[in-house]
Each structure stands twice: as structure tokens, then as C-alpha cells.
């Protein structure tokens, strides 16, 4: 990578964001297409995150991707927010354009593209989502928006859970949702599919599982958005009751090509290939 004066930086503000591969991807696609960019990772305290972001403005950054916690608490540090992602309820990528930061959401859209990519339809499922954070935010209203007949959140605070659904009942009224805490998992067997939106099992707990999935039948498609272990204890344990799974790892590149398509304001011309992509990536297996 030729960095010089020109170049310009791109990156990812979260905490914690040690263990992300998004410079990895990122770079990657700005090094296939000959782009003078580079893509980092920085570590922001709560408290400095609008401080950070005024320092954005002042260095010039053009571009940057929110993961956890901020996803949500940054909404009212932007100048403006897109109208999915007002919708979805979180924000994951940020643009600067003429002086303003404007916020989207790239999670919910690379996600159903996971399904969709996986042959699985989204249109009259039911669909469990555990956790009510801002991931859970994006991809169950994406879901909604993509036509699901019933959503279920569940999440360890029953408040959080509660908000959500109260979010999608409110924007799409035609669809059933209901909410509970995580532990009542149990007497929500008979769902499509199950989708874990939570930290739980992510490195280095990888000996953890939100909840237990040998309740439900062997139709039902699992799904883990985290992606590093690859393949979660949550998924091993649906794969042995041959469940069909997907991982995280596919929406987490589906979400990094459409941040760059938002940043460069491109439909098309951006060279990208997912499985070279995931034959590049150094990551621990297991």
C-alpha cells in the first residue's frame, strides 16, 4: 500500500475493536481497485465520542463504520440521517459530505442479503431475534420491512425488548410482534428462523450460548452474526442437529462493500469478489 499526502483514511469506531476484520476487507477492496486509500480502527470511550467526531470533521475523514456500543448513541451527534436508517433504528456507516456527517445502515441490508444469498425467503416467516441492541435494531426491521409474518424479540432486559417491538408494531403495523426476556426462549419453539443478534459466544467466550437450540425442530434456520469464532458454539450445536446455519462472516462483507458503494457513491464499479475476499481473510478458526 502506497500511503502519501493524498491518501485518505477511512475507518471504525467502537469499543471494544481489537478483534475486528474490517480493515482487513476494507483494504482489500481498496487495494484490487487501486484506491488510494486505508482503512483503521480506533478505540473511543464513550464520554469522547463527539469530540472524536468533531475531530473527523477537522482532519478531513471522509468516511467511517460504527460497531458496538455506538450504534444507536451516535444518531444525535450526526448532521443528518438517512431515511433506512432512521428507520432501522442504528446507524453503522457514516459519510462526509459537504461539511455534514450523514448517517446510514448497511447491517440490515447485508444481512437479508446473507439469507438471500443462502436461498433462505424471508417473506411470512416467523423469526426469533435475540438481543435488542443497535444490530438487533437493523436486522429486525429489515425483516419486517422484507416482509416477515412475526417477529420475536427477546432480550436479557426485558425493557430493551420491549422498545423494539414497540418500534416495528409502530412502522409496520400488518406485522405480529411480541417480546419477552431471553430466559422465556422456550415457549418460542415453532419459528422459522432464529437469528442471534447478542454478543454471547463471540471471542474470547466462545464456550457460551444465548440459548438452548435443541428445542427446536430441524427446519429451522440458525443464524449467528457474529463472525469471529467463524462458526459459534451456537451454530456447531444447530449443525449437529442438522439445521441449516449462516454465520456472520457474510454480512459483515456484504455490509462493508455497501458502506464503500455509500462512500464512493457507486453502484457498480467497485471490483468485488465475497469468497476472494474470504480466501484473504486471516482470521482464528475455532
Not at 62 to 69: A, E, M, Y
Request: glycine share 6%; charged share 25%; proline share 2%.
Amino acid at each position: 500500500m502506497n500511503i502519501n499526502w493524498n491518501t485518505q483514511l477511512y475507518c471504525l469506531i467502537g469499543n471494544p475493536i481489537e478483534k475486528s476484520l474490517s480493515p482487513e476487507i476494507h483494504n482489500y477492496i481498496f487495494n484490487i481497485n487501486n484506491m488510494n486509500c486505508i482503512y483503521m480502527c480506533f478505540n473511543v470511550e464513550d464520554n469522547d465520542l463527539h469530540q472524536v467526531l468533531d475531530t473527523f470533521k477537522i482532519l478531513g475523514i471522509k468516511g467511517f463504520n460504527v460497531t458496538i456500543p455506538y450504534k444507536i448513541h451516535i444518531m444525535k451527534y450526526l448532521d443528518e440521517i438517512d431515511e433506512e436508517a432512521r428507520l432501522l433504528g442504528a446507524v453503522n456507516t457514516v459519510k462526509y459530505l459537504d461539511g455534514k456527517f450523514i448517517g446510514y445502515n448497511t447491517d440490515g441490508a447485508g444481512f437479508v442479503k446473507s439469507l438471500i444469498d443462502s436461498g433462505i425467503h424471508i417473506k411470512d416467516k416467523k423469526i426469533l431475534v435475540l438481543g435488542a441492541g443497535g444490530g438487533s435494531h437493523a436486522i429486525s426491521m429489515k425483516l419486517a420491512q422484507s416482509g416477515a409474518k412475526k417477529i420475536i424479540i427477546l432480550n436479557r432486559t426485558i425493557e430493551k425488548s420491549k422498545k423494539l417491538a414497540y418500534n416495528i408494531s409502530n412502522k409496520f403495523g400488518d406485522i405480529s410482534v411480541e417480546y419477552d426476556d431471553l430466559k422465556s426462549f422456550s415457549q418460542y419453539t415453532d419459528v422459522d428462523i432464529v437469528v442471534n443478534c447478542t454478543s454471547i459466544g463471540m471471542y474470547p467466550d466462545t464456550d457460551e450460548v444465548p440459548i438452548d437450540i435443541s428445542i427446536f425442530s430441524n427446519k429451522t434456520v440458525v443464524c449467528d452474526i457474529i463472525y469471529k469464532p467463524i462458526k459459534t458454539k451456537f451454530l456447531k450445536n444447530a449443525e449437529k442437529k442438522n439445521m441449516k446455519i449462516i454465520g456472520g462472516m457474510d454480512m459483515l462483507i456484504n455490509q462493508a462493500i455497501l458502506s464503500q458503494k455509500i462512500w464512493f457513491s457507486v453502484d457498480k464499479n467497485i471490483a468485488i469478489n465475497i469468497d476472494e475476499i474470504k480466501g484473504f481473510l486471516h482470521y482464528s478458526v475455532e
